[in-house]
């Protein structure tokens, strides 16, 4: 192989990998413009009229549609509808504690903060349903 043939080859890998890179950047960057969005004011469950809501939340790359039901004044149950993530299902972990402890404000899973961060605001949104 020539040493012009080996220079296109190169540029040509380097110039690929410059596109990959800026990509991956820009899709981060929109992904924290969007998880700085969300409104992270607590819920008052005890405020919440008992019911069904349908919640949802997306942020770029990570999707999450919720059902929760609200009894007497608690969180009786959380049912995630829908979970599009890459790799955040270690996320929907969370949702027991959520149960448990009547709140959407629980601690995000370590290696799934995306997920998580969605998966909070979309239990916030259908929760603000009922209020």
């Not at 959380?78 to 959407?104: C, F, Q, S, W, Y």
């Amino acid at each position: 192989m020539t040493s012009k043939k080996k220079k296109t080859i190169l540029g040509i890998i380097l110039a690929i990998v410059v596109l990959l890179i800026s990509f991956v950047g820009i899709m981060l960057l929109r992904m924290k413009k969007q998880l700085d969005k969300i409104d992270k004011t607590p819920v008052d469950v005890s405020q919440v009229a008992d019911g069904v809501y349908e919640g949802e939340y997306e942020a770029v790359l990570v999707k999450v549609k919720v059902q929760v039901t609200v009894s007497n004044g608690e969180i009786a149950d959380v049912e995630l509808l829908k979970h599009d993530n890459g790799r955040g299902k270690p996320a929907e972990a969370m949702i027991e504690e959520m149960e448990k402890n009547n709140t959407a404000e629980v601690d995000a899973v370590s290696g799934a903060t995306v997920s998580s961060e969605v998966i909070k605001a979309a239990v916030r949104d259908a929760l603000r349903k009922g209020l």
